[in-house]
Every structure is written in C-alpha cells, then in structure tokens.
C-alpha cells in the first residue's frame, strides 16, 4: 500500500512542476506590465530629474504639500536645511534645485552607504539622476540602471551602466525551489577616468630589500582600492556556473543591491532623500527577521542563483564584504 500511495504523489509532484511553468508564464507578464508601467511612470521620473537638477522650477502649486503632524524630517535632514540656510544666509543666492540629492540617498540607506567612500562622494555629487530600462518584448529578461552624470571632473562618462540578466523558469534539475524570477548574472561598463582620478585605484610605496647587495630601494604600487564605483566592475560568472565563496557573496549583494534599487530608490527616491522611508523599511526589516527565527527551516545559505530578493538576515553580512571583497579579488 505504501508503494500505491507514493505513486500518487509522484503524480502530485508532476503536477506540481507544470504548476511552477504556470508561474513563471505569471511572470513573464508581470515584466511585461513592469515595461508598460515604467513608460508611465518615466515622464514623472523626467521632472523629478529636472527639479533635482534646477532644470525646471515648480510652481507654487507644484509645491503646496499638507504636511502630516507627525512628520518630520531626520535629525540629518534638519541639520542639512540649517547648513544650506547658513550657507544661503552668506552667499545671499538661492540653491540650484536640490543639492546633492542622489548622494544624501545613498548616505540614509545602509545597503549603499555600506559601499560607499569617502572619496566617492564628490563625485556622487555629480549624480543627476538614475533611471531604469527593462529589457525589450521578446527579449531575455533583464533590467538595465542608468546612473546619469553633469560633465565632471573625474571621468568622461555621462552615464554609467549596470545590467542585469534574469531567468525565469523553473531549473530542470530543481523545479520545486522556483520562486519567481532570479537575476543570473550582471555586467557593468567601463569608466573612462580623467588621469591620476581613478578612485578604484591607489598608489602604495613599498620598500624592496635587494638579495644579493642587500639594498633598499622604494617600489611604487598600483592596488585596487574600495569604492562604490566597483560596482562598475562585477565578477563574472563562469558558463559552468560555479563560483568561489567570495565570488557568491560579492554577486549575492550586488544582485541585492541592484533590485533594490530598481525596487525601491528609484520609485521612492524622494522619500529616501528625506528619510520617510527608511523608517518603513527598518519596519519590514524587523517583521522579516521575526519571521526568520519563527521559522524552523529557514537556511541562510546563499544558493548558486541568488534570487530577486534575498533574505535580511544575509543582507548586512553580504553588503559589508562587498566592497572591499571587490577591491581584493576583481580588480588586480
């Protein structure tokens, strides 16, 4: 009898797996809806962009907001209008759109200051806007983030890229573990530095003991250094599929990193800036963990494929080797 019923859930299971092709063929069209609504959204985007970077000025109208009586701005946010009120107060000249906006969002989220350098910030300062282009119909699936610069001094590039290849259909081989579409592999761009102000690089001296004559002589060294901008610069993966554990921690947060700010900072950026949603997502965060340590079989491990979202009890440990594991391993 044991055996009679365990062919009845083989059956099951095999209906299970055409269950999983159902719901990747779900999902194929919720990328296509993500295509039609990202052209909706854009022309918003667009004058958000223009605002941000005093190509457009509101009107009066535009900036009537009826503040809830419970918010207010961070601590952060306060300190920084009084610093621009100081600073209005001695140049007597208003601000041009809003001063350094990109780069006060990446400071109030952990998941990007965790990357970032001091070094890095002027630059960041030259960040207008960032956008998102999801791939064409009948296309693979992937996303494209589009970080768009003024002229600067410290590369040519007005925009810098970030690709993000997607499968979604369930693994031949493991067709019960697929939960929606899972980023597979990304690529970056190459940035065409100004001389001598390439920031993912430093120069280090070094002494050199001769073997034989026993002298000393200076040696200097060029050695990656940490950087957001080796986000620009992601390993690859190999065609077998296999990586290193590094390699998988290093593509396990930038994949992270990389939805969400598909996900979150580009639809919310404003919110972000003033720090509104930060106190949301520090809300989820809580009920996700509680919900880890309620759960038995919850495994941390991160899988060869990491999928779209990724546990945040891995998160803070990934995003704290990425950087500086890109640094060490990618760069040399």
Same mark, same amino acid.
């Given at each position: 009898?044991?055996?009679?019923?365990?062919? /009845?859930?083989?059956?099951? +299971?095999? #209906?299970?797996?055409?269950?999983?092709?159902?719901?990747?063929?779900?999902?194929?069209?919720?990328?296509?809806?993500?295509?039609?609504?990202?052209?909706?959204?854009?022309?918003?985007?667009?004058?958000?962009?223009?605002?941000?970077?005093?190509?457009?000025?509101?009107?009066?109208?535009?900036?009537?907001?009826?503040?809830?009586?419970?918010?207010?701005?961070?601590?952060?946010?306060?300190?920084?209008? +009084?610093?621009?009120?100081? *600073?209005?107060?001695?140049?007597?000249?208003?601000?041009?759109?809003?001063? =350094?906006?990109?780069?006060?969002?990446?400071?109030?989220?952990?998941?990007?200051?965790?990357?970032?350098?001091?070094?890095?910030?002027?630059? #960041?300062?030259?960040?207008?806007?960032?956008?998102?282009?999801?791939?064409?119909?009948?296309?693979?699936?992937?996303?494209?983030?589009?970080?768009?610069?003024? &002229? $600067?001094?410290?590369?040519? $590039?007005?925009?810098?890229?970030?690709?993000?290849?997607?499968?979604?259909?369930?693994?031949?081989?493991?067709?019960?573990?697929?939960?929606?579409?899972?980023?597979?592999?990304?690529?970056?761009?190459?940035?065409?530095?100004?001389?001598?102000?390439?920031?993912?690089?430093?120069?280090?001296? *070094?002494?050199?003991?001769?073997?034989? /004559?026993?002298?000393? /002589?200076?040696?200097?060294?060029?050695?990656?250094?940490?950087?957001?901008? $080796?986000?620009?610069?992601? &390993?690859?993966?190999?065609?077998?599929?296999?990586?290193? =554990?590094?390699?998988?921690?290093? #593509?396990?947060?930038?994949?992270?990193?990389?939805?969400?700010?598909?996900?979150?900072?580009?639809?919310?950026?404003? #919110?972000?800036?003033?720090? =509104?949603?930060?106190?949301?997502?520090?809300?989820?965060?809580?009920?996700?963990?509680?919900?880890?340590?309620?759960?038995?079989?919850?495994? &941390?491990?991160?899988?060869?494929?990491? &999928?779209?979202?990724?546990?945040?009890?891995?998160?803070?440990?990934?995003?704290?080797?990425?950087?500086?594991?890109?640094?060490?391993?990618?760069?040399?």
């Amino acid at each position: 009898t044991a055996d009679v019923v365990k062919r /009845r859930v083989n059956a099951l +299971k095999n #209906l299970q797996v055409k269950c999983a092709h159902i719901e990747a063929k779900f999902y194929e069209e919720v990328h296509e809806l993500e295509r039609k609504y990202a052209a909706l959204y854009q022309p918003l985007f667009d004058k958000r962009s223009d605002i941000v970077k005093a190509a457009y000025e509101p009107t009066d109208e535009e900036c009537e907001w009826k503040a809830d009586e419970e918010e207010e701005l961070t601590d952060e946010m306060k300190e920084k209008a +009084k610093l621009e009120e100081e *600073k209005k107060d001695e140049e007597k000249e208003d601000p041009k759109g809003i001063p =350094e906006f990109w780069l006060t969002v990446f400071k109030n989220v952990d998941l990007l200051s965790d990357m970032l350098q001091e070094h890095d910030e002027p630059i #960041l300062k030259h960040l207008q806007d960032i956008k998102v282009k999801f791939s064409d119909p009948g296309q693979p699936m992937s996303f494209t983030l589009e970080f768009h610069f003024e &002229p $600067n001094d410290f590369f040519t $590039n007005t925009m810098l890229t970030k690709t993000y290849k997607m499968r979604s259909e369930p693994d031949e081989n493991d067709p019960f573990s697929f939960d929606g579409p899972e980023i597979m592999s990304c690529t970056g761009c190459t940035i065409d530095w100004t001389k001598g102000k390439n920031v993912t690089l430093k120069t280090i001296k *070094k002494k050199q003991k001769h073997k034989g /004559r026993g002298t000393v /002589r200076t040696v200097t060294k060029t050695v990656p250094n940490d950087s957001f901008f $080796n986000f620009f610069t992601p &390993p690859e993966v190999p065609e077998n599929g296999e990586l290193d =554990e590094d390699s998988e921690a290093i #593509l396990a947060a930038d994949f992270e990193i990389g939805h969400f700010i598909r996900e979150r900072i580009v639809p919310r950026a404003v #919110l972000y800036f003033t720090g =509104e949603a930060i106190e949301d997502d520090d809300d989820d965060e809580g009920e996700e963990e509680a919900d880890e340590e309620n759960d038995p079989d919850y495994d &941390p491990k991160v899988r060869e494929h990491v &999928p779209l979202k990724i546990s945040g009890a891995v998160r803070k440990d990934l995003t704290q080797q990425f950087s500086t594991l890109l640094a060490q391993d990618f760069l040399t």
